[in-house]
């Protein structure tokens, strides 16, 4: 079984804006009866070249809001199935796992249009992993791409009964209505093979 977990909240501090956006999304109703829903989250801070919270304009605050929070859970993937696909203010995420063999699971992240609009360089990704709660150095993956790339790789082993976490940050510069900062887009994704 599988699970998974993206995160995001929005706080103003005396007209700076600090984007912390959580958006909680809820898994597929078509999956085998699971006994837990599963949702997906990212988060995303934006700051100015000095590294202060960055004031944003209205239209792209409003685009970025929140959605109805929810607890964090696990989601587990079944046999039938074996995929998982959610999209929030931040992004698109999928994965999906080959439940045979070492159990492999293939993941994506995509930045939504309105974060990719206001990029003006490259994406640096770095992603990793923990395994019961240690960080793994047997995967990890990073690239260098344009903002509207589909970052995808692919965890080669999972152990049953075990729970992990897949990391990552998506850093990029931006220009929003004229203001220049840097992005830095969070996300994990709690899996368990059971």
């Known amino acids: 079984m599988f699970s998974l977990r993206l995160t995001a909240v929005t706080v103003a501090k005396v007209g700076v804006l600090v984007m912390l956006l959580t958006a909680g999304l809820y898994a597929p109703t078509s999956q085998a009866a699971p006994s837990v829903q599963g949702h997906a989250t990212t988060s995303v801070v934006v700051t100015d070249d ?102 995808h790789s692919t965890v080669p082993f999972n152990r049953v009964g075990e729970v992990n976490q897949l990391f990552g940050s998506f850093v990029f510069r931006v220009n929003a209505g004229g203001r220049t900062g840097t992005a830095h887009v969070s996300t994990t994704f709690d899996y368990e093979v059971g």
């Not at 696909?85 to 063999?101: E, K, L, M, Y």
């Open 50 to 151: 000095a590294g202060r919270p960055m004031s944003l304009p209205e239209s792209l605050r409003a685009s970025l809001r929140p959605e109805v929070a929810s607890p964090q859970v696990v989601h587990h993937f079944y046999l039938n199935a074996p995929s998982y696909s959610r999209c929030d203010n931040n992004g698109c995420f999928n994965a999906q796992v080959t439940i045979s063999g070492k159990v492999p699971m293939a993941w994506s992240f995509r930045l939504t249009p309105k974060l990719q609009a206001i990029a003006t360089s490259n994406v640096q990704e770095n992603v990793g992993i923990t395994r019961s709660g240690k960080v793994d150095g047997s995967y990890h993956d990073d690239h260098n791409e344009p903002a509207d790339y589909l970052f």
